[in-house]
């Protein structure tokens, strides 16, 4: 891979072999390398305290040293200052390198290629049937699809997992309350949204009459039995909620290699709940089976009600098994939000417990809370963002701004759906998934803020450049002799940090990384174009230096803004 941090530690790893007869691994010396917060100093600088101890040196020593013994075309200067050793990129050394090499890997630019022969298995969105898919679900399905695009950009074989709820109390709830008050035609045509009317009105009314959870417990015990009847409307309620998350799923360009929920997995606990018996891992406490943890300062793992009936853990447990069965997984993530922390935590250690040596490949991606213009979600009052009515928002102001821009154009509502849909991911991934956010509508649909819409906007940007060379033209780009000046020189080094952030953004599980490089790169971009004739550059050398940019600025920002899962319309 090639960024200017790993050519600068193989300059200094080999100058310091040849000096002082030892030095660490190149890769390890790149790791130390930073970047200075004050540009003047330096693109990257290396602090060569970090070498006083192998070398038994003071820095200063070291720096200069150093300084006097490498030369690399890359850098146009290497300086020592105060036990750092700075090194200010060659612009067009630097362009040359970066823009060729992405014009040759072309969208594989990037990509560390570290997950060749590999497979992941990515368990995400899951929403449970019956209650809503709501604004929630946002950050497992949008943060679960980014890491999968992500880990398929560096080469594994990625399965995608949708662990459907579809299984639990809440179907006996749903049946009691279809057949007391819903009317079947209402449920046809109003989905999914009747079916959440129906489990709204059954919370409201056990509220009066408790007796009702007894009924609906017992209706569900009568679903896992088999009894026909309970049977056809569950396989009902989950055909009419199916229909519609796919809906949602093709808007956001979504798609899942299994849905097996949690249903699936009925038949594959007993085997398990016997190995834990087996092992001598089950416990009963009053009345319930469970796994003790206290020497892990864990509560208890409930495996087994005090009726006998099984529970998310047990079910998590025999879906592991049967995914590392059947895909044979080097890693198996799962994109929850941080308050399911403590239950995977639990069952991960139950899995250890019970002598299966893959127990570490199993990962959890935990995120904070989301709220809308500042109140919390609550299922059970029906006081819910639905996520489809969030995009539905986002589509339509869209369309309305469109419209006050130019009132005589048609709207062109397939545009407007991949903008709007694209405003909402990007500000949502615009944050460290562990950080509880307030979603703003306006916010994220301002076009000249760091959005999703400016992101798209100066990808279409570039398009629009490019789109008036002839293929010849275009087959011909490469950067020049001419010198290049600050703008190009800070487009240039923000391309060539785009490998970097992708391998960051894969080993924190962490998309936001790359949401804010693409405004970073947006930036510089739009600046360059700002302060630069492009096309109409008078200087032929210099005007295809400044094409070159362009069309590798396209091509990283197409990638970017395909790994967070954000449509790329050539033009808005
Ligand atoms: N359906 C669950 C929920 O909405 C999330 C499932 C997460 N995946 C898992 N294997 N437990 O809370």
Known sequence: MFDIKNIAAGGIAEAAKKIFGTAPEPAQIADMIEYPPDKSMGDIAFPCFRLSKLLRRSPADIASALASEISLPEFSEITAVSGYLNFRADSTGLAKKTVSEIKEK????????????????????????????????????????????????????????????????????????????????????????????????????????????????????????????????????????????????????????????????TDKMPEQIQLLRDKGLLEIDDGASVVRLDKWNMPVCLILKKDGSTLYPTRDIAAAVYRKRTYDFDKCIYVTSAGQSLHFKQWFKVVELMGYDWYNELVHVPYGTVSVNGSKLATRTGNVVLLKDLFRQAIDKVIEINRQKDPDREPDVATAEKVGVGAVIFHYLSNNRMRDINFILEDALNFDG???????????????????????????????????????????????????????????????????????????????????????????????????????????????????????????
């Open 450 to 572: 760091n959005t999703g819409p400016y992101a798209q906007y100066t990808y279409a940007r570039t398009c629009s450049v490019l789109d008036k060379l002839s293929s010849d033209e275009l087959s011909k780009l490469k950067i020049t002799d001419a010198p290049l000046g600050e703008e190009e020189r800070e487009l240039v080094k923000t391309l060539s940090v785009f490998p970097e952030k992708v391998a960051s953004a894969i080993e924190e599980y962490e998309p936001s990384i790359i949401t804010r490089y693409i405004s970073e790169l947006c930036a510089v971009f739009n600046r360059f174009y700002h302060e630069c004739q492009i096309i109409s550059c008078p200087d032929a050398d210099l005007r295809m230096s400044r094409l070159a940019l362009t069309e590798a600025t396209n091509t990283v920002l197409g990638t970017a803004l395909h790994l967070i899962c954000i449509s790329t319309p050539r033009k808005i």
């Open 106 to 265: 072309g969208d594989k630019y990037g990509s560390p290629m570290n997950g060749t022969g590999k497979t992941v298995v990515l368990d995400y969105s899951s929403p449970n049937f019956a209650k809503p898919f709501h604004i929630g679900h946002l950050g497992t399905t949008v943060i679960g699809h980014s890491l999968k695009l992500l880990h398929e950009f560096a080469g594994y074989k990625c399965i995608g997992i949708n662990y459907l709820g579809d299984w639990g109390t809440q179907f006996g709830k749903l049946i009691v309350a279809y057949r007391k008050w819903g009317v079947k035609e209402e449920v046809e045509a109003g989905q999914c949204d009747a079916l959440v009317a129906l489990y709204v009105k059954f919370h409201a009314e056990a509220e009066k009459d408790p007796s009702l959870n007894d009924e609906a417990r017992h209706e569900f015990s009568k679903l896992e039995a088999g009894d026909e009847e309970n049977t056809a409307l569950w396989k009902w309620f989950v055909e009419i909620s199916l229909r519609e998350y796919r809906k949602t799923y093709k808007l956001l360009g979504i798609e899942f290699d299994s849905y097996k929920g949690e249903s699936f997995y």
